[in-house]
């Protein structure tokens, strides 16, 4: 396949020109203001590893958070994941993911779909009132649930792209909300200097994804009224308290991973060790730079690591979220056939306060795509 070499050097130029100015937030006046956050939130094990970087490179279940143009890119007819993340160790939050994707068509040539549910695990939270300000007269559970529907198509060697809809719904039992989320992604792949290496193949990847846009959301329910006297009246009257519309934490992710063969032997490709980088432009958030590092032994077992910058992130008096920066995973792939694949994998987020963000996810890929 012949390489646009121009393409290739803008891709890299724009990367290294986010990675090396990652900017303040794109509106710092309108930090906080947004509402879903856990749309946000990477509640997948193997791509954690790999932070914003995995735009480029990620595949199958997994991308319908990433980059939903790589679900058609997976190497199985079927893939099956599960994740289950213990959010900020210690505050009682859970994460369970599940996600399906299914290739289209007899040989996968009409593209592929995606399913994917995520559930927020909430420790009861005591209820209190004017009269009962600690409690002791029961609990209420906040409710967060996102379900996801995708398409993705392959239109060529090089480029493929995806749709997603999202439906988001949270609240607790008196007061709730819910609203529509859309997401869409490009992924770009090539081989550079196909001539030097023959076992190389689409070494080289580019991602370009747009996340969480949609119509504001408004709460409701019968936690928004209360009783008032009519002025000049001797009954009451049930009012219900307008609340003002939540915007969705919308993002641009741009992403791009080159793979590099450690291996002397022309003939092997059992060591690789891949490098990714990547710019998160959020609009109600700071912006954020990531760096990460992978190394595959046969793509068998693989070790992953990075840090995601952003402004202030190295003071605790200047930082505005509770991740520190670094991460890291591994994965254990066991090929049970030419066709099967089971996979393990962990993910660590570093965090102050609370004691991190732990995921641990299995993946189970059924009958070749190719």
């Known amino acids: 396949m012949n390489v646009n070499y121009k393409l290739i050097f803008a891709l890299a130029l724009t990367c290294i020109g986010f990675q090396s100015n990652p900017l303040k937030a ?15 939130i990477n509640g997948w094990a193997r791509s954690g590893g790999l932070g914003w970087t995995a735009g480029g490179s990620i595949s199958g279940a997994e991308s319908m958070f990433m980059n939903v143009g790589g679900l058609d890119r997976m190497s199985n007819k079927t893939e099956l994941v599960f994740a289950r993340t213990e959010w900020l160790m210690g505050s009682g939050i859970g994460i369970n993911n599940l996600g399906l994707a299914l290739k289209l068509g007899e040989d996968g040539e009409a593209g592929s779909l995606g399913i994917q549910v995520m559930q927020f695990g909430i420790d009861p939270i005591e209820i209190t009132t004017v009269e009962n300000p600690h409690g002791g007269i029961g609990t209420y559970r906040v409710n967060m649930t996102n379900i996801g529907v995708a398409y993705s198509k392959t239109f060529s060697n090089s480029i493929s792209a995806g749709v997603m809809a999202r439906m988001v719904s949270e609240g607790i039992p008196d007061a709730s909300v819910s609203g529509l989320a859309l997401d869409a992604g490009v992924q770009y792949t090539t081989t550079l200097f196909p001539s030097r290496n023959a076992s190389k193949r689409n ?19 019968d936690g928004l009224s209360y009783k008032a006297v009519i002025q000049n009246g001797d009954f009451d009257k049930t009012m219900q308290v307008k609340t ?40 109600f ?15 068998m077992l693989s070790v992953r690591g990075g840090f995601c910058y952003q402004e202030g992130i190295f003071s605790e008096d200047t930082r505005t979220s509770a991740f520190t920066g670094p991460f890291a995973g591994l994965s254990y792939d066991w090929h049970v056939n030419e066709e099967n694949v089971i996979s393990l994998d962990y993910n660590y987020r570093a965090t102050n306060p609370f004691s991190g963000v732990h995921s641990f996810g299995v993946r189970i890929g059924l009958g070749s795509a190719e």
Do not use: C, W
């Open 26 to 40: 794109g509106n710092p006046e309108r930090q906080g203001q947004a509402g879903a956050a856990q749309l946000t």
């Open 203 to 221: 070494d080289f990847k580019f991602g370009v994804s747009v996340k969480n846009i949609g119509p504001d959301m408004t709460f409701s329910g």
């Open 244 to 283: 003002a519309g939540i915007k969705l934490p919308a993002l641009l992710n741009i992403g791009a991973s080159y793979d590099i063969r450690l291996d002397r032997d022309d003939d092997m490709y059992d060591n690789r060790l891949t490098v990714g980088i990547a710019f998160t432009n959020h609009a």
């Open 285 to 299: 958030s700071a912006n954020q730079s990531t760096l990460a590092l992978e190394y595959s032994y046969k793509e």
